[in-house]
């Protein structure tokens, strides 16, 4: 597919029938503090999977042919040169990165006008000063859940099921709800990025939609040809007792060293051999009032990596999808009544030789009519189904209490 016209194509709004949502300064996750008072976008590329085509590649050759050639990620970041593009705000859906891994989802998206791939080429203009926020009404209607708690707790035990049958080791299930609005649900997003420990707070924003990050997790970071992922899996009340339940959970930790070796192999497919280690396992942190467990697993890239490559090899995020990825991913599909949206995917900031990308957890998005958001947990044998649904709520329980406004 010839780059420029595929390009041009792909860069095609459609009309949504929603107003274009404000234009707000830029905050997108990830990218350089001491750009942000003077980031000017210069180019887009949004892409949905109907669109046709491989995202990574198209992600790749639009950043090229915008002057961040990351197509060698092994060498060090190159000095930037006064004038060129500083970087680029990229997102990538669950959906897009199950579809990189060969399993295609078919379940119907809440909020379709999302794009499945939102790639934005920024450079340098004049400092600006953030506007004050005028107040103007909000409002946040009830949330509706698109399964009840009976129906996931029964999508947890045929997810057993199939443990008990030997074809999968862990499933990752995420569930959704959507809640109306009315006014400006752009300072709501904004909040969610000064949540305690979102690593990747930030908004991404397009024509119709709006995505907010709180995310703690990095599901892949290149700096200096050096690959880095922090897998996150495992989760207590943040007390005392939570502490010392989730150092003690031998069922946690089972769950957290499964996708520690699955982050392993999926680095090892784009590394140099033997180069693979686990420089911190089961960290415990705290995001908002829960305890979670990280580990911290890197890699040196292997010559000539580029981004395609290494989106291939990292989308989806193991922790949540499962082990092996490629059966999970197939459960995943057959398990859950709606798709995965915003949340689930990759959100972050890239440069020539820089990746940081956050997993898209305690994430919500919001089109012309609703807010979204999406939560859940990886799914063992040893799984008790209605832990597992309270688990799902009380990590959700902080996003929307600040999309509220509490």
């Known amino acids: 597919m010839a780059h420029g016209k595929s390009t041009e194509r792909m860069r095609k709004i459609g ?6 949502l404000p234009q707000v300064p830029v905050d997108a996750p990830a990218a350089p503090p001491r750009c942000r008072d003077t980031l000017v976008e210069r180019a887009r590329l949004q892409w949905h999977r109907t669109d046709g085509g491989d995202p990574a590649v198209l992600a790749e050759e639009f950043l090229t042919a915008h002057g961040l050639d990351l197509r060698d990620l092994s060498r060090p970041a190159p000095t930037h040169p006064p004038g060129d593009a500083c970087g680029a705000a990229l997102y990538l859906s669950a ?27 920024y450079d340098h203009g004049p400092t600006r000063t953030a506007p004050v926020d005028t107040p103007t009404p909000w409002w946040l209607g009830p949330w509706t859940e698109s399964w009840t708690p009976e129906q996931h707790a029964a999508a947890i035990d045929a997810v057993r099921a199939a443990i008990g049958r030997g074809d999968i080791y862990q499933t990752n299930l995420v569930g959704h709800a959507a809640a109306p609005y009315t006014g400006d649900p752009l300072p709501a997003l904004r909040r969610l990025g000064t949540l305690p420990g979102a690593r990747y707070g ?21 700096r200096d040809g050096q690959l880095i992922t922090r897998p996150i899996k495992g989760t207590r009340p943040a007390t005392a007792t939570g502490h010392a339940e989730l150092l003690a959970s031998a069922k946690e930790r089972a769950e957290h060293i499964m996708i520690v070796d699955l982050e392993r192999n999926d680095l090892a497919r784009v590394a140099r051999t033997g180069t693979v280690t686990v420089d911190e396992l089961f960290a415990v ?29 990292t989308c989806p995020g ?3 999808t499962g082990a092996p990825k490629l059966a999970a991913l197939t ?3 057959a398990a859950e009544p709606v798709g995965r949206g915003a949340s689930m995917g990759a959100l972050g900031w890239v440069a020539p030789g820089r990746v940081d990308l ?12 609703a807010l979204h958001t999406w939560a859940g947990g990886g799914i063992t044998w040893d799984s008790d189904p209605a832990a597992e649904v309270a688990e799902a709520a009380a990590k959700t329980a902080p996003v929307r209490a600040t999309l509220t406004g509490r």
Request: glycine share 10%; charged share 15%.
């Open 358 to 369: 956050g997993l898209t957890i305690r994430t919500a998005a919001a089109d012309g009519e």
């Open 95 to 121: 959906a897009a990165g199950a579809l990189l891994a060969g399993t295609p989802t078919t379940a119907p998206e809440p909020a379709p006008t999302l794009p499945d791939l939102a790639v934005v080429v």
């Open 331 to 333: 459960h995943i599909a």
């Open 15 to 20: 009309p949504y029938g929603v107003e274009t």
């Open 202 to 222: 930030g908004v991404l924003t397009g024509d119709g939609w709006a995505i907010g990050c709180a995310s703690p997790e990095t599901l892949i970071e290149v």
């Open 318 to 320: 193991g922790s949540v």
């Open 285 to 313: 942190r705290r995001w908002c009032n829960l305890w979670q467990a990280e580990s911290t697993i890197r890699a040196t890239a292997a010559d000539s990596l580029g981004l395609a490559d290494l989106l291939r090899a």
